[in-house]
């Protein structure tokens, strides 16, 4: 027996082993399992070559636990080691002169890198004894068998085995129990191991028999060894496709398309991406894409080496040309991952053009699915919105469906205001702003449905890719002055009575939380609504922004503005008009001659004042300015009341009111069962 010292102590080299290359417990099954492919692979390739001329025989890699006796033993009829073979990649490079390995990596742990034999020491995360026990395939080889307990210290010795090959023998630790528990196992072999090209068992197949689970003869393989992206798209069906998608994400609806990646230079690269069903919550769909390395399952986290917005596709890349370190992360500074990316992009985005210019009606089925996808591209990745802008759609409130330069062609005609700018006339929602993406339509305007997720973002981007173009949601402004054609002309409302309907509405608006109400009067045509409730496009665009962008959140803590619009064309609003003159004209008229005095005064003493420097004015002067002022005020204050104190006990002015908010989804809790009270006593 051979007894040797690694030449340093456990307290040193396991906690750079745990910090540095393996904070997960669980990679250990990974590293050793794929070590045994690798031995196995590489007698094959020995074989094919003619430097092994034995018999192959079942090279099946085997993964067996005796949880009473606490082991874990991964087979493999590979290679195999001869002593010296040991002694070189389990004793000396995996520890490279042990000290001077603890002094060079124990800050950096990516320097760490092509330790070929660090593999084998993840054992050590779960085992409190490591045994190897294995024979060459060389002629001749002796058995050894190679223990460690942690320690520095190590045995090899000679022992038994009648076949070339390598058992690792995990000596389970009290703390890491799980591991030997066969349904932790089989979820971790399914996890990493399920495109080994080796084929891996884990056991015998059970069936049920006399009421409980027995083993049968057959093998119980965890993996799949040629998986789709290994082969040729020719050999390829749809149902192949498919039948993957489904292997991979059980539950999932069927993928929309997809695409095989097939390149060997300037790197290699295979893989299948899925274009999955996408309509809301980006978040839950990402870390959907696996990678592999040679088909060992590396992680389900590939920002870096797939652009952000391709992060939303499903399936598999697999390139051993992605640099990873010890434990297997990969290095997103590397050229070939930049590279892999742009590549990646370019197939994507040559994919969807290719499915639009073949099959538009097909691409226009799928659009409300991808675009979420197409969308987060374009806003986040420049060379990507170039090309996507050629397919990418805009669809209509009719369900029609155009491109960009299509669109633009539609409405240049009919949508472009008095200064040369076209408008994207917009809506979010079909049922809540039906009245008004009708009354556009009426005016023979074209309206947008723009209800995605990230549909703000997008306008406002569009609006600086676009040439002289603004889009304004349908419900932001009366019908009239969504796009102004021309300076305005009509008979309006002199301002006097304008103010009396102001007062009027004003003082009856529900008190809504962190929501204001302007009031206004406009000739909006007599078979109009009596009311029209608007929002402002711009404030309501940032307060949207705000839910979605960081750094805008000042704008979420506004208050909501409103616009009530008084059509003072419409008989209900002319009939309340007369019918609060009548009623208030004995508390008005005294008001109101007040006031015309009082203004009087106030524009012959602003007259006085307006050539003169402010020191020039007498004090007296300005002190009856500011009272005249003070007392304009009052009076104003005092016709206000005079006509809330009207309008409170008018039905009339309530039911318009809150018929408006109805209309807007506005009206709700106990202003709602008043307005329906109300509403049958009227009847």
């Not at 990516?110 to 024979?135: C, E, P, Q």
């Not at 056991?203 to 119980?220: H, R, S, Y």
């Not at 805008?552 to 616009?563: L, Q, R």
Request: aromatic share 10%.
């Amino acid at each position: 027996m051979q007894k040797g010292n690694i030449g340093v102590t456990t307290e040193n080299i396991f906690p750079i082993i745990k910090k540095f290359l393996y904070s997960d417990h669980e990679i250990f099954l990974r590293e050793l399992v794929s070590n045994a492919v690798d031995a196995t692979q590489k007698l094959k390739t020995l074989a094919a070559t003619g430097d092994f001329k034995g018999e192959l025989g079942d090279l099946t890699v085997r993964v067996k636990v005796d949880k009473e006796n606490g082991t874990i033993t991964i087979s493999d009829r590979g290679l195999g080691m001869t002593a010296e073979e040991i002694d070189k990649y389990i004793n000396q490079i995996a520890f490279s002169g042990a000290n001077d390995f603890l002094e060079k990596y124990k800050d950096d742990a990516n320097a760490i890198i092509g330790h070929f034999g660090l593999g084998f020491y993840s054992a050590f995360m779960v085992a409190k004894t490591v045994d190897i026990v294995t024979l060459s395939y060389k002629e001749g080889a002796k058995a050894v068998k190679w223990s460690c307990d942690g320690s520095p210290e190590f045995t090899l010795e000679e022992t038994e085995r009648s076949d070339r090959g390598t058992d690792i023998i995990l000596h389970v630790d009290e703390d890491c129990k799980e591991f030997l528990e066969e349904s932790r196992l089989q979820g971790l072999l399914t996890k990493y191991c399920h495109f080994l090209a080796v084929p891996v068992a884990f056991g015998k197949k059970k069936e049920w028999k006399d009421g409980k689970q027995v083993e049968t003869d057959e093998d119980n393989l965890i993996n799949d060894t040629c998986p789709i992206w290994t082969k040729k798209p020719s050999d390829l069906k749809e149902e192949d496709y498919k039948k993957f998608y489904r292997d991979l994400y059980p539950m999932a609806d069927e993928p929309l398309f997809w695409i095989h990646l097939n390149v060997d230079y300037p790197f290699n690269l295979t893989g299948v991406l899925y274009f999955p069903k996408i309509k809301s919550n980006i978040d839950l769909q990402r870390n959907k894409i696996q990678l592999y390395c040679n088909q060992v399952y590396v992680t389900d986290s590939v920002e870096g080496i797939v652009p952000d917005f391709l992060t939303l596709l499903h399936g598999v890349i697999d390139s051993p040309d992605i640099p990873l370190n010890v434990s297997r992360s990969y290095l997103q500074s590397d050229s070939n991952v930049k590279k892999i990316s742009t590549y990646i992009t370019k197939k994507v985005s040559d994919r969807l053009q290719s499915i639009f210019k073949n099959d538009r009606k097909e691409f226009e089925e799928k659009w409300d699915d991808l675009k979420i996808f197409i969308n987060y591209g374009m806003l986040t990745q420049e060379d990507f919105y170039e090309k996507a802008s050629k397919f990418a759609l805009f669809k209509d409130t009719d369900n029609k469906y155009y491109t960009f330069e299509e669109y633009q062609t539609l409405i240049k005609d009919n949508q472009t205001d008095k200064n040369g700018s076209l408008i994207y006339l917009y809506a979010n929602n079909l049922d809540e702003q039906y009245t008004y993406i009708d009354a556009a339509k009426n005016k023979g305007y074209n309206v947008l449905l723009m209800d995605g997720q990230l549909d703000v973002p997008m306008i406002n981007m569009l609006e600086q890719k676009f040439e002289k173009s603004h889009f304004t949601r349908v419900d932001s402004d009366i019908v009239d002055r969504l796009i102004v054609k021309e300076d305005q002309k009509g008979e309006e409302l002199p301002h006097d009575k304008q103010e009396v309907l102001s007062s009027l509405f004003k003082g009856q608006m529900p008190k809504v939380k962190k929501t204001e109400f302007h009031v206004e009067a406009h000739a909006l045509g007599e078979n109009n609504a009596p009311i029209v409730i608007t929002q402002a496009e711009y404030m309501r665009r940032m307060k949207d922004m705000a839910s979605i962008q960081p750094g805008m959140s000042f704008y979420g803590e506004m208050p909501d503005m409103f616009n009530l619009v008084l059509n003072s064309d419409h008989r209900l609003i002319k009939q309340v008009l007369s019918d609060a003159e009548t009623a208030c004209a004995e508390k008005l008229v005294p008001v109101e001659s007040e006031i015309a005095m009082l203004t009087l005064r106030r524009n012959e003493l602003q007259k006085a004042q307006e050539r003169k420097k402010d020191e020039e004015i007498p004090t007296a002067e300005k002190d009856e300015l500011s009272d005249v002022e003070k007392k304009i005020e009052a009076q104003k204050t005092e016709k206000e009341n005079i006509l809330n104190g009207y309008a409170a006990g008018n039905k009339v002015v309530h039911q318009l009111i809150d018929l408006a908010l109805l209309q807007n989804n506005m009206l709700k809790g106990e202003a709602l069962t008043n307005f329906v009270k109300r509403s049958v006593e009227m009847i």
